[in-house]
């Protein structure tokens, strides 16, 4: 997968993480929506490194967009808790 697709698997996996864990986070839709983003590579990272699992070239690939939505969730949950109570 090229860069671009990658980044269309973040904003979509940022999408599912949000409704996953629905809340108000302190970056608004921008900043979900950039967590998303790394998320889907922090996903596919981890995956390929300690989970000896290599990113598929297709974008279809079912272990691919799981390895995405769970790096969106640890960077969003991540997130909430160091900037979580910015907003009093």
Same mark, same amino acid.
Request: hydrophobic residues 50%.
């Given at each position: 997968?090229?860069? =671009?697709?990658?980044?269309?698997?973040?904003?979509?996996?940022?999408?599912?993480?949000?409704?996953?864990?629905?809340?108000?986070?302190? $970056? $608004?839709?921008? $900043?979900?929506?950039?967590?998303?983003?790394?998320?889907?590579? =922090?996903?596919?990272?981890?995956?390929?490194?300690?989970?000896?699992?290599?990113?598929?070239?297709?974008?279809?690939?079912?272990?691919?967009?799981?390895?995405?939505?769970? $790096?969106?969730? =640890?960077?969003?949950?991540?997130?909430?808790?160091?900037?979580?109570?910015?907003?009093?």
């Amino acid at each position: 997968m090229g860069i =671009v697709s990658w980044i269309i698997l973040g904003l979509l996996a940022g999408a599912v993480a949000k409704i996953l864990l629905p809340g108000r986070d302190p $970056g $608004g839709l921008i $900043g979900t929506t950039l967590i998303g983003i790394a998320g889907a590579f =922090v996903g596919g990272w981890i995956s390929a490194r300690f989970l000896d699992r290599p990113v598929q070239n297709d974008f279809y690939d079912l272990p691919t967009w799981g390895a995405a939505i769970g $790096g969106s969730l =640890v960077l969003l949950i991540a997130y909430r808790l160091l900037f979580g109570h910015s907003r009093r």
